[in-house]
Every structure is written in C-alpha cells, then in structure tokens.
Nanobody, 126 residues
Framework: QVQLVESGGGLVQAGGSLRLSCAAS????????MGWFRQAPGKEREFVAG????????YYADSVKGRFSISRDNAKRTMFLQMSSLKPEDTAVYYC???????????????????WGQGTQVTVSS
C-alpha cells in the first residue's frame, strides 16, 4: 500500500502562484509513475501533469504547459507541482496519484493509478 498526502492548496488571485506537495509513504519503492489530476465541480477528473520516479521525465496537459512545473525529490519521496500564472479556470480540487505498474511514462488516464491522495483545494479568484 502507498499513502499519499497533498498540501499547499489555497486561495490565490489570478496571475499568482502556488506550490503543491505530495508526500508518499508506505511501499513507495514500487512506485513507477506519479501524477497530478484535478477535478472542478460538475466536471470529470482530468490529468494535469505526471512524472516518472526513476528518470523524472515530466509530462503536461496542454492547458498547463508553460505555466506548471512538476518535479520530485526521490530521497524524500515527495512530488511537487509549481503552478504559476494561475487562471480562474485552474480552480479545482487537486489530487496526486501513483502507480506500481511498470509504466515507462506517466499515463493521462486516472484509471491507470492505484493510489490517490485526499485532494487539496485550489481556488483562483479573478
């Protein structure tokens, strides 16, 4: 089992920045990929960014490219999402997720991830 705990959400004005963290514990040695997803009210959960634990290769949804940056600290088993130039449409609950399946690149489908955090709210005011 892997436990994931997100932190860093909050309220920010449009154009501002936030940094989310996701601390992993448990059987993290088997984790291959991790990802950030978000879900706005009335919408489906969508992929935001993903990263491989081994190489650290990042992948982004088109909607956040150039504004968000994903990274990880292997020693601390923590993943980060640096969000800049935030827009009101970025408002959502942000979830981190991980998978122990031998993927070689992050998956954009939520069904590919077995473990999920509880989510952290990000609200961007206009």
């Amino acid at each position: 089992q892997v436990q994931l705990v997100e932190s860093g959400g909050g309220l920010v004005q449009a154009g501002g920045s936030l940094r989310l963290s996701c601390a992993a514990s448990g059987r993290t040695a088997s984790s291959t990929i991790m990802g950030w997803f978000r879900q706005a009210p009335g919408k489906e959960r969508e992929f935001v960014a993903g990263i491989t634990w081994s190489v650290g290769s990042p992948y982004y949804a088109d909607s956040v490219k150039g504004r968000f940056s994903i990274s990880r600290d292997n020693a601390k088993r923590t993943m980060f999402l640096q969000m800049s130039s935030l827009k009101p449409e970025d408002t959502a609950v942000y979830y981190c997720a991980s998978s122990n399946v031998m993927y070689y690149r992050p998956r954009t489908s939520a069904s590919a991830y077995e473990y999920w955090g509880q989510g952290t709210q990000v609200t961007v005011s206009s």
